[in-house]
């Protein structure tokens, strides 16, 4: 099993930054790729980012340029710095970690933070 929570949501205005963390705990040995997810309402759930164990990161187009995926695998948390946000990235942003453990694939998801960009 895997834990998640994430930390750093809040209100910023158009234009600002903020940096989510996402700590893991648990059986994190077995965690390979990590990412952001977020939701707002009426929407579906999307890909913001996400990074591999040897840190290759990947971009939904909408964020490309603004946001940076990283991770720290010796303190098992993964953040998300966004920056020039915009009022259309306001979401609630979900941690998601995929792990991998005796060849059982199991998906993980933290409790969310609410990212809100007032314009």
């Known amino acids: 099993q895997v834990q998640l929570v994430e930390s750093g949501g809040g209100l910023v205005q158009a234009g600002g930054s903020l940096r989510l963390s996402c700590a893991a705990s648990?059986?994190?040995?077995?965690?390979?790729?990590m990412g952001w997810y977020r939701q707002s309402p009426g929407k579906q759930r999307e890909l913001v980012a996400s990074?591999?164990?040897?840190?290759?990161?990947d971009y939904a187009d909408s964020v490309k340029g603004r946001f940076t995926i990283s991770r720290d695998n010796a303190k098992n948390t993964v953040y998300l710095q966004m920056t020039s946000l915009r009022p259309e990235d306001t979401a609630v942003y979900y941690c998601?970690?995929?792990?991998?453990?005796?060849?059982?694939?199991?998906?993980?998801w933290g409790q969310g933070t609410q990212v809100t960009v007032s314009s």
């Open positions: 998601n970690a995929n792990a991998l453990n005796s060849l059982v694939l199991s998906t993980y």
């Open positions: 648990g059986s994190t040995f077995s965690i390979n790729a």
């Open positions: 990074i591999s164990r040897g840190g290759t990161t």
